[in-house]
């Protein structure tokens, strides 16, 4: 079950960075420094812009993609569009990492570890 994984706080965290989940989750600043990679509240330039960006209501282009929404606040919150965009890039699971395994696993077995160069180039 989804919620019992060990990055669920982190992909249910992660919302905040949504515009659109804004109304959806907490803005408490506090429910976050834990679970998000980088959002160190304790600086206050970012617990500010992180302030300042749950009251951005109005400013929300809906039909915009995440990434160039957060592009598009760098001038007014440098600081928390880095956390921001490093939260959304990370994957959320390691299915990735795991399909590449596979997939070198069939290039590189015990079945064709013989090879020789004569072999390759014939």
């Not at 109304?23 to 160190?40: A, M, Q």
């Not at 995440?66 to 760098?74: A, N, Q």
């Amino acid at each position: 079950m989804i919620k019992e994984h060990e990055s669920w706080p982190f992909l249910k965290a992660v919302r905040i960075f949504d515009p659109k989940q804004l109304d959806r989750v907490s803005k408490d600043p506090k429910d976050y420094e834990n679970v998000i990679p980088y959002l160190d509240l304790s600086q206050n330039v970012i617990n500010n812009q992180f302030i300042a960006y749950t009251k951005t209501k109005s400013l929300i282009d809906y039909s915009q993609e995440l990434i160039e929404f957060w592009k598009g606040l760098s001038s007014n919150c440098p600081e928390l569009v880095k956390v921001a965009i490093r939260s959304l890039n990370l994957p959320g699971t390691s299915v990735n990492v795991e399909r590449s395994f596979s997939i070198y696993r069939d290039i590189l077995s015990h079945k064709r570890c013989s090879l020789k160069l004569d072999s390759i180039n014939a």
